[in-house]
């Protein structure tokens, strides 16, 4: 059971950690041609993203931990319905489902068996939370704040490196994220987060559709896959 609580301890973490890593505008030191590079293809993915409507993908979570050997793997899937429809279901080691309906936040875990519901209305600090989060699946950068320098890592295939500004939340925790884009640019194919504990956490997107037809049995609490 201890096992099974730090397994989910952990994905929790990343859960917020990708909600919390948010892009904004570069910093006033980077050089004017770097700063307009980054703010093109920023607004160019923004454009592609904002065409997609719905997105199910699997997902491959493995995080190293600095004070262990092992690595602890973690695979699911999620889903997402514009407006205001997401689902983040874990399959492996153990089956836990987050979904956000509306104003609504509900949770199932399979130790426990028990549903879990928090209003978003009712909590400012998860309201917030939720926003970023429906702007970074949805791909709304340019609404995002200004906490997080960002750097144009690759341009083939698109990847950013986002280093947490101090004074910041994420500056405490966090060491940086790289979000690596698909090909085509229309989704995330990979994020890594370094944090300053030395953990490394990888996370691959697989198999994802794009504007495909979502069953209703996503956005159920309790999955109906044995």
């Not at 279901?89 to 987050?98: A, G, S």
């Not at 519901?117 to 699946?137: C, R, T």
């Not at 200004?146 to 500056?171: C, D, M, Q, W």
Request: proline share 3%; hydrophobic share 40%.
């Amino acid at each position: 059971m201890v096992l099974l609580m730090k397994k989910r301890t952990y994905f929790l973490i990343i859960f917020y950690l990708i909600v919390l890593a948010a892009p904004g505008a570069c910093f006033a030191q980077e050089t004017e041609n770097a700063c307009d590079e980054t703010a093109e293809v920023l607004t160019r993915l923004e454009h592609n993203m904002s065409e997609i409507k719905s997105v199910s993908s699997g997902f491959v979570q493995e995080k190293d931990l600095a004070l262990f050997k092992n690595r602890l793997v973690i695979k699911g899937f999620v889903y997402l319905k514009k407006p205001d429809l997401l689902a983040w279901y874990v399959t492996e080691p153990l089956r836990y489902k987050v979904v956000i309906k509306g104003d609504t936040i509900a949770q199932w875990d399979e130790e426990t068996d028990k549903i879990q519901k928090i209003s978003i209305k009712k909590n400012p600090a998860l309201q917030a939370v939720f926003e970023q989060m429906n702007k970074w699946f949805s791909g709304a950068y340019s609404s995002m704040t200004n906490e997080y320098r960002i750097i144009l890592f690759s341009r083939a295939p698109v990847s950013f490196r986002f280093i947490p500004k101090e004074g910041t939340y994420a500056h405490n925790a966090i060491s940086s994220v790289t979000v690596v884009f698909r090909d085509d640019e229309r989704y995330i194919q990979k994020i890594e987060i370094k944090e300053k504990t030395g953990d490394f956490t990888n996370i691959r997107f697989i198999n994802t559709l794009l504007n495909g037809i979502i069953a209703d049995t996503a956005w159920e609490l309790k999955p109906s896959v044995q």
